[in-house]
């Protein structure tokens, strides 16, 4: 399990999530995702525009998100694949780090 209680608590807190994917020419697009709800393993998002991101997640689904918190204070990258599924985002982490 990637999402321990700890890493769930800091998502869950945090007041927004940044997401990151690739463009077709290789360079970051970083997005504020807002707020992720952990369900089992995953990270899942409401999805609003995010028309570049989905566009990059169709041709290269590597995708981490940054999490953090003023309790402590701690934060966490996640790195994995994201898919749009409906109106939802679901993101699959593989690694996980600390960053504070």
Same mark, same amino acid.
């Given at each position: %399990?990637?999402?321990?209680?700890?890493?769930?608590? $800091?998502? +869950? =807190? #945090? /007041?927004?999530?940044?997401?990151?994917?690739? @463009?077709?020419?290789?360079?970051?697009?970083?997005?504020?995702?807002?707020? !992720?709800?952990?369900?089992?393993?995953? $990270?899942?998002?409401?999805?609003?525009? %995010? +028309? $570049?991101?989905?566009? =990059?997640?169709?041709?290269?689904?590597?995708? #981490?998100?940054?999490?953090?918190? &003023?309790? !402590?204070?701690? !934060?966490?990258?996640?790195?994995?694949?994201?898919?749009?599924? !409906? &109106?939802?985002?679901?993101? @699959?982490?593989?690694?996980?780090? /600390?960053?504070?």
């Amino acid at each position: %399990m990637i999402i321990t209680e700890e890493v769930k608590k $800091v998502i +869950e =807190n #945090s /007041a927004f999530i940044t997401l990151v994917t690739q @463009c077709e020419d290789g360079t970051p697009h970083p997005i504020i995702a807002g707020k !992720g709800e952990v369900a089992d393993d995953t $990270v899942i998002f409401g999805i609003y525009k %995010m +028309e $570049v991101t989905q566009k =990059n997640l169709a041709v290269y689904p590597k995708a #981490s998100i940054v999490a953090c918190t &003023k309790e !402590g204070p701690k !934060g966490f990258r996640l790195t994995g694949t994201a898919m749009p599924n !409906g &109106k939802k985002l679901v993101f @699959c982490p593989e690694k996980c780090e /600390a960053l504070i």
